[in-house]
């Protein structure tokens, strides 16, 4: 679990949906790779509260908090809880997102021009206002201290389409437009922001629909690699855009992919 070139030297970091999946691995291989706090956020207490204990388990102090990212209130209040009980956040993974959830497969259901604009909401909620939300809170601790580190989870839904997801599609695409314009906002508080592109990942969203044997190939066969990611594979990429590792990073979107989609 421990990589060699990611320290995150007693900082705070807070990943928000890290209740299971990709967020949780960051949040456990964070404990092991030098941060002072893990906080884990999600919708989901009961998922926070579990792996907070893991982060504990690993020998490194964490909190649970409960919010949804899409409501700026509950966003705000995490945070106020955050900086009285640990200061402010250094590292912000903008991990939640709701590609698993059944909005996805009531929406892919329906053609685009056939859907009905308040099924839109929780897409444009969770995967684009939550990114903005966590962001307004973490900036200005980090511009006071002169360093911070945003990495931002999209997909390659957002970079190359999916056919079926529209709107989650232009979420993800969004974030990646609105992380290149905070990047130069802020680049010169010492804060860097980067996008991570994911494509298909074994977590408890996809594992089900990856255990059919003739389901799994015909996906895969659009891999060069030809195995879906692991939620480890994102965290360290996650990691190493939110250590000094990559001090020198700042504005871009990484593909963690296993080759399924080549240009950027
Ligand atoms: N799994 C994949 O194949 C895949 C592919 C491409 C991109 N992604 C992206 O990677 C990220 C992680 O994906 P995953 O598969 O690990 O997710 P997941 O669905 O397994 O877990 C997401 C977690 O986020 C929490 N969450 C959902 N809405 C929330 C909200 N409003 N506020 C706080 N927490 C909330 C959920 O309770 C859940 O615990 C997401 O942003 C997703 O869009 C995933």
Redesign the pocket.
């Known amino acids: 679990m421990q990589n060699p070139i990611i320290d995150l030297k007693g900082g705070t970091i807070l990943i ?2 890290a ?5 949780r691995s960051v949040a456990l291989k964070a404990a092991v790779n030098g941060a002072g706090n893990v906080v884990v ?4 207490l009961e ?1 926070a509260e579990a792996v907070a204990e893991e982060v504990r388990a690993a020998g490194c102090s964490a909190m649970a908090l409960q ?4 409501d700026h209130h509950s966003v705000r209040e995490m945070f106020d809880q955050v900086r009285k009980e640990v200061g402010g956040v250094d590292v912000l993974v903008n ?6 959830t059944s909005d996805v497969y009531a929406l892919r259901a329906v053609p685009f021009w056939e859907q009905d604009a308040s099924h839109w909401q929780p897409f444009l909620g ?2 684009l206002f ?1 990114v903005l939300h966590t962001c307004r809170e973490a900036i200005p601790d980090m511009r006071d201290r002169g360093a911070g580190r945003i990495v931002n ?1 999209i ?3 957002g970079r190359v389409g999916d056919v079926t997801l529209e709107v989650y599609s232009g979420a993800k695409a969004g974030v990646a437009g609105f992380t290149r314009a905070i990047a130069r906002a802020v680049g010169r508080f010492g804060i860097t922001a980067n996008c991570v592109s ?4 074994k ?4 594992e089900k629909k990856l255990a059919d044997p003739e389901v799994y190939k015909k996906m895969m066969a659009s891999y060069i690699l030809r195995r879906p990611g692991e ?1 480890e594979d994102a965290a360290n990429m996650i990691l190493m855009l939110g250590s000094d590792a990559s001090a020198w990073v700042t504005g871009q979107t990484y593909p963690v992919n296993g080759g399924f989609s080549l240009a950027l």
Not at 19 to 23: C, D, L, W
Not at 198 to 201: N, S
């Open positions: 928000t949906g209740g299971q999946g990709v967020g956020n999600d919708f989901v998922r919010a949804d990212v899409s991990n939640a997102g709701n590609s698993g969770v995967n939550g989870v997909s390659d839904a994911l494509a298909v990942m977590t408890p969203t996809l939620p």
